[in-house]
């Protein structure tokens, strides 16, 4: 072979080894990275839900909010007796509890569901993206928050491009997660009875009832009536008993008298 002919085949040997040298790295590294921004340890949608979503309290609206109001007030109660001196938030701030109460007003009671994309909570709380992210890490490093980041894949992605998108994570609570005071307190607060449904029934009807009463009694049993109501005070209770016989009285004369002026002649 002359030295013409080799010159001239030598340059695509040499390109070719190259392009395998490639082409091994590469396979070896993985497939090619496509520019996508997705976290790392996110799962697929609808794989990883269940281990994070309960139903909240027992699952009714009045139980959830029941559930809720205690979770609340045991979030408050940490962030204030945590809160250190001079200071004006605790380790959890007024933020983080505002992003929790939100998240809780528009979670699904039943099944526990709560996936708000950051830009949501923004609009909920009409805070900065900065403010509601760090108040949600507050939220998890105390226990009171948990999430599993989620992605989705895309409809008809370019075959080198990215073939899923980050979606909104799937937050829910672990109770074994919280600092065991506040396990505690919130075991307090969920055992203490609640107000039943009809209360506000029984508390009408019984005021009624207790009007019609007094409204029957003599002035001067009512005056005892209200007399016991104030602490027995006697100078009250003789006040009100001349005024009531006065009142009493008057009104025999007037039932027992007759207007002469109608009388027939």
Same mark, same amino acid.
């Given at each position: ?19 395998? @040298?490639?082409?091994?790295v590469?396979k ?27 139903? /909240? ?38 933020? @983080? /509890? ?16 709560i996936?708000? @994309?950051?830009?949501?909570?923004m ?7 900065g ?16 999430w ?12 080198f *491009?990215p ?12 109770? *074994?997660?919280l600092?065991?005071? /506040? ?42 009536? /209200? ?39």
């Amino acid at each position: 072979m002359s030295g013409l002919q080799l010159g001239s085949i030598l340059p695509g040997v040499l390109s070719g080894m190259a392009f395998a @040298a490639e082409a091994k790295v590469a396979k070896a590294a993985g497939p090619k990275r496509t520019g996508a921004h997705v976290r790392r340890n996110s799962y697929h949608a609808g794989t990883r839900e269940h281990t994070i979503w309960r139903p /909240i309290g027992d699952g009714s609206k009045r139980g959830a909010r029941r559930f809720i109001g205690a979770y609340l007030r045991a979030a408050e109660k940490y962030d204030f007796d945590n809160k250190e001196p001079g200071r004006v938030n605790g380790p959890l701030g007024h933020i @983080a /509890i505002q992003v929790l109460r939100v998240m809780f007003r528009n979670a699904d009671y039943k099944t526990g569901r709560i996936d708000p @994309a950051i830009d949501t909570l923004m609009q909920w709380t009409r805070r900065s993206r900065g403010a509601v992210v760090n108040a949600l890490r507050r939220l998890k490093e105390h226990g009171f928050l948990d999430w599993i980041r989620r992605t989705e894949p895309l409809e008809n992605p370019d075959p080198f *491009g990215p073939q899923v998108r980050q979606i909104s994570n799937a937050y829910g609570i672990d109770i *074994g997660r919280l600092p065991e005071k /506040i396990r505690g307190l919130l075991g307090r607060l969920l055992s203490k009875a609640p107000v039943p449904d009809d209360h506000g029934a029984h508390e009408a009807e019984r005021k009624v009832q207790l009007r019609q009463w007094m409204n029957g009694l003599p002035l001067a049993e009512l005056n005892d009536s /209200i007399i016991d109501a104030h602490g027995g005070d006697a100078k009250l209770a003789e006040t009100l008993a001349r005024l009531g016989m006065a009142l009493d009285n008057s009104n025999a004369n007037l039932s027992g008298s007759h207007n002469p002026e109608t009388e027939v002649k």
